[in-house]
């Protein structure tokens, strides 16, 4: 029998890929094991803040389609707001399939094992061993990074993340067209019900997208679509659409078990306000990695520091990012007015963005004056 890899990390995305490159440069015997082919298309804005640059030991720019330099905001298409981000190129557009792509390149340049067609069907506890198994046989590790995504439910047999996950619903729609306003990224509140829409500009078109936090269906999906787009230019029935649900943030929760971690979207991180899902995967990845290096070298408290970490750098901002969410979606025209169009609102959306600032820099405030309003 094979000898055990040191980790199998289970799924090739941002989360999983980002842990890989971090334990394979680290010396370790790392196997990624993806249940599609690789690079692997999937929704997404590819809006990420260029801070995430400082996790990785290599250039991430040839996965940046796209600087953002502005953000326009409209209620309804109309009653624009626009941001200019600060700081030199803050905001990037990745093209989600070559980030994930350079991180594996990366992962097995450093002597990473890349199976791919390798769906992992169960997890089992041998002794001092992780056993995963699918349709193309079993493998052993000591330890296991559960990577596996929104749909993933290898986490809650082994009560790891939210028990109860929350999704948001979400319609990507990429169109090929010529660009305007390339350095622009739009988003507009109004149009969706409990959410909002966006459009990234990349190279050769637009990511396109809408997302509602508050129930399961943006049923209006078809109809904003047909007002948005052609508010960019665009026909009304353009580009390629792909609905998928999103798992959010909703609560602590304890992200490690004995030699097992959870991470990325599979860990519930994604934020429940902005859909901002890639620096939290990216981030978690990362940390995972120092820990379980920590743990394989033999120290058994390391795992629970990546829990406490997770907490600390990305979870309490986002239990603000949540309660935000639950009072402007509901009213979201006051949120508009109040919390939008305010003189510094802009800049502060655009710090959160650009990863400057988290939700509880501002969230009190915030909320004092949607509540205040309501009443
Ligand atoms: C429409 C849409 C737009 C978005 N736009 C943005 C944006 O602009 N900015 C942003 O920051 N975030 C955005 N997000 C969120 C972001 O895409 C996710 O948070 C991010 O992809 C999470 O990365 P991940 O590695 O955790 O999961 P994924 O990227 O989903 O990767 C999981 C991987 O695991 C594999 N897998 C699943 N099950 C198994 C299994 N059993 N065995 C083996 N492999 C498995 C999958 O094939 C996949 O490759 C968006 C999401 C959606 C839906």
Same mark, same amino acid.
């Given at each position: $029998?094979?000898?055990?890899? =040191? ?14 490159? /971090? ?24 809006? $990420?803040?260029?801070?995430? &640059? ?20 409209? !209620? ?20 989600? %399939?070559?980030?994930?792509?350079? @991180? ?14 390798? *769906?992992? /069907?169960? @997890? ?7 056993? +995963? ?23 809650? *047999?082994?009560?790891?993340?939210? *028990? ?26 109004? +149009?969706?019900? /409990? ?35 052609? =508010? ?17 943030? =909703? ?42 290096? %920590? ?7 390391? +795992? ?9 750098? !990305?979870?309490?901002? $986002?239990? !603000? ?15 508009? &007015? ?8 802009? &800049?502060?959306?655009?710090?959160? +963005? ?15 004056? @949607?509540?205040? &309003?309501?009443?």
């Amino acid at each position: $029998m094979q000898p055990p890899f =040191d980790v199998a990390v289970v799924g090739g995305g941002a989360a999983g890929a980002s842990c890989a490159v /971090h334990l394979a440069l680290a010396g370790f015997n790392v196997v990624v094991l993806e249940q599609g082919p690789s690079p692997r298309s999937k929704p997404c804005g590819g809006g $990420m803040a260029a801070s995430v &640059q400082q996790w990785f030991p290599f250039a991430l720019s040839p996965a940046v389609d796209q600087v953002i330099r502005r953000v326009r905001f409209t !209620w309804c298409l109309e009653d624009p707001v626009v941001a200019e981000l600060p700081g030199e190129a803050p905001f990037w557009i990745v093209q989600r %399939q070559r980030l994930d792509a350079h @991180l594996l390149q990366h992962a097995t340049a450093a002597g990473a094992e890349l199976r791919q067609n390798w *769906p992992v /069907h169960a @997890l089992q506890r041998l002794g001092t061993l992780w056993e +995963l198994q699918g349709p193309a046989g079993s493998l052993r590790a000591r330890a296991v990074v559960i990577a596996a995504g929104s749909s993933s439910a290898l986490g809650a *047999p082994l009560a790891l993340g939210s *028990p109860r996950p929350r999704y948001a619903s979400t319609i990507a729609v990429e169109v090929s067209a010529p660009v305007q306003e390339s350095e622009t990224a739009r988003f507009d509140f109004g +149009l969706v019900h /409990h959410g909002f829409c966006w459009s990234f500009p990349r190279q050769g078109g637009y990511s396109i997208g809408l997302g509602t936090f508050i129930g399961r269906e943006p049923a209006d999906g078809q109809t904003v679509l047909e007002q948005l787009l052609p =508010d960019l230019g665009l026909e009304a029935d353009s580009g390629v659409r792909t609905s998928c649900a999103l798992r959010i943030w =909703d609560g602590h929760h304890r992200l490690h078990g004995d030699g097992v971690v959870v991470v990325g979207d599979a860990a519930s991180l994604c934020d429940p306000f902005l859909a901002e899902g890639i620096r939290p995967a990216l981030l978690s990845g990362t940390a995972a990695a120092a820990s379980l290096g %920590q743990w394989l070298r033999g120290d058994g408290q390391a +795992l629970a520091l990546y829990s406490a970490r997770m907490r600390r750098e !990305w979870g309490e901002s $986002m239990a !603000w990012g949540k309660r935000i969410a639950q009072v402007f979606y509901r009213v979201p025209r006051i949120g508009y &007015q109040l919390g939008i169009k305010r003189p510094t609102a802009p &800049q502060r959306i655009a710090q959160i +963005l650009s990863g400057q600032m988290g939700y509880g820099d501002i969230a009190q405030r915030v909320i004092k004056r @949607l509540l205040f &309003q309501q009443g």
